[in-house]
């Protein structure tokens, strides 16, 4: 039988409006006497009272009220304290507020099971009405204190949210960290989990820097150091790309080790966006989207700054379009700018492609990575800077591909438009070591070729002009002899000593300039070398050799090895060993009967990368002989170690050789030292009797030079070699 509860009808309807001064507490109990006797105390000490007599009603009148605190029996029909709390507990408004338990029972079991409901505070019965009010009060007032540290706290977290700023501090002896809601948001962590590692922190970081911004903050720590670092992170998703700044400092203990790290995390990506955009805005041309004025001024300077130090060249191409006006005035202006969009964007594709301007595909003659830039800087005025140049024809080679790209038809407005450009050189640090005179410098120029006549490119420097293009031109010519069958070898026989036999021969590359005559190696090498031509040059080399020494074996004219020139670059820059190898397959000749004349610059700059080339090269079969013996590092210590067949004695020591005792005793110890190795022993630069008698006392192996023949052509050697008595057979000199 449901219980006589007098109050039921009479606690809500004669429930009195809210004093919103006095606190309110919401009594449930379903013993009236109970009621009665805590209600005046509490009333008394100011307390506003409201009434339930069962747990069904004290959440019907704690939603209605939303007390302060709430008095709760534990024992009651329809639903007891214990799910009255647990209920409360989950209403958003119930999840803070105090509640004071009162019950008779006092074993174990109730007070735990209250507390796990979510009881604040435990009270038994019989219950001291006096001092209720006191116990009320105190709790009331640590609620207050509870109520502001949760609204400071949310203050905290809200100004947080709004400023996209959150805290994170580091307990370094535990490894623990912890952080706030705003970071959990950034991070894409879970709100309700604002603690973990410090590693789940870096694990959102943007992998590229992940490693940076880990070791910096160690080594903040470390050091006892304030860090900031900027970088992206991921949040929940991988495209939620954040950028932040961190910034942490060291909490310190008595003995000034860092025990804690505090830090800060911002978001900063919507300020880096908007003051990117400020900075296109500065540095940027609306029009073409290229770098205006004020960016060149820097890169300019950065150019400076950088070549300076590393002594290199540079060069500033002024660039203006020929006719521009006329292009505005006839098509209008969005015409205009059309054409300016299209210009930049084939002075973009030019710098992109000339980087390997005059050298075949992969045959670089410098693998810096290029710091080329194109700036708009006027109407129709463009600056390109060419950062590291090796020589000013560099920047004449640009010029060129610049002035032939624009000059190609544009379509504006469905009207084709041919447009030229006259372009104005400066070189650093010839021409100028500031911006400013590198610039006025490079208009004059541009002044000075539009006067010569539109659509072409000048130096500022007529020195360099010509130079430039004296040597600009004489490469595309050698490009073109080595194409168009330009180059010619010699060939300078090579005798036995003892018989006066030939034994072999050495192909000398010539140049057959169609207005200069001939033109020899030492005029065209370095030329070669520079621009990477070396390496065509030299694959025609090869194979010609190749060719004429398997020519003159079919002809019966003899068996003997033909030496080849080669240069370091070929080596260093090329792919020789392909190079020789395609030579040896397609004149199908014998390995052995080429022979390699390799410098020892080879292994000026590393002995072991020379030997090991020296070793791919002998795994050909190919002869290999070391030229110029005697000028260069000549360390003997090395030369057990390079599997070379042949030293040839440099011509300088053969030279004074009947005169200079000094120069004999060099070439006895060479011969010594040589066969000591098994290495065969050539002279080269024999002129006269005295010379050779000297040689052949010595023991040298083979000789060479204007006593026994010049280098020939290729006719005239076919005739030595018919005018042999005995045809040369390759015998064991090599
Ligand atoms: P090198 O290998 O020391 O060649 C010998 C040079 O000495 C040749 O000059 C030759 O004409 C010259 N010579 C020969 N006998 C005598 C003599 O009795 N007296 C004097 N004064 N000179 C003599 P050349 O043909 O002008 O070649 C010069 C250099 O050019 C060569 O020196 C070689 O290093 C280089 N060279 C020649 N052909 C090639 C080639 O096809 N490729 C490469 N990379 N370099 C080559
Ligand atoms: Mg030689």
Redo the contacts with the bound molecule.
Sequence with gaps: MKPFSPSSNKAVASDPPRDHNRPMVLLVDDDVSSLIMAEGPLEDAGIQVVQANDGVEAIAQFKKHQPDLVIMDAVMPNMDGFEAIAQIRQTELGSHVPILMTTGLDDLDSITRAYDEGATDFLTKPINFFILPYRVQYMLRSKDTADELRSSQSRLDNAQRIARLGHWEWDIASDTATWSLEIARMFGFDNRLLYGSMESLFSKVDPSCRKEVRQNTELAVESANSITLEFDIFGRHESDIRFVRLEAEPKLDSNGNCTHMLGTVQDITESAHAQKHIHDLAYYDLVTGLPNRAQLRENLSQILHWSERQENQFALLFLDLDHFKQVNDSLGHDAGDELLKQVSERLAAVLRESDTLSFPEGEHADNSESNDTVARIGGDEFVVLLGCINRPEDAARVAERIAESVREPYLLADVEVTVTTTIGISVYPEDGRDSESLMKHADVAMYHAKENGRNGYQFYSTDIHEHALSRFSMERELKHAITEQGLT??Y?PKLDVLTGRTVGV?????WNHPERGEI???DF?PL??ETGL?MP??RW?LNE?ARQVQEWKTQGLGVFSI?????PV?FTQGNMIRDIEDAIINNNIDPNLLEI?L?ENLFLHNIENGIELLNNLKELGVQIAL??FGTGISSLSYLKRLPVDKI?I??TF??ELHHDKGDEAIVSAIVTLGHRLNLSIVA????NLEQLNILRKLNCNEV????FS??LSHSDFTQWLEDQEDPPAKTGTG
């Design positions: 070898l010699l300078q050495e192909s000398l590359v010539r020899a190696p030492a090498i070669a070398e070396i040059l030299g080399v050799a030496a080849v020139n080669c240069s070929q004349e410098t030229d110029g040839k440099d011509r053969v030279k080269e630069g024999i002129e060479q030079g204007y006593y010049y280098p």
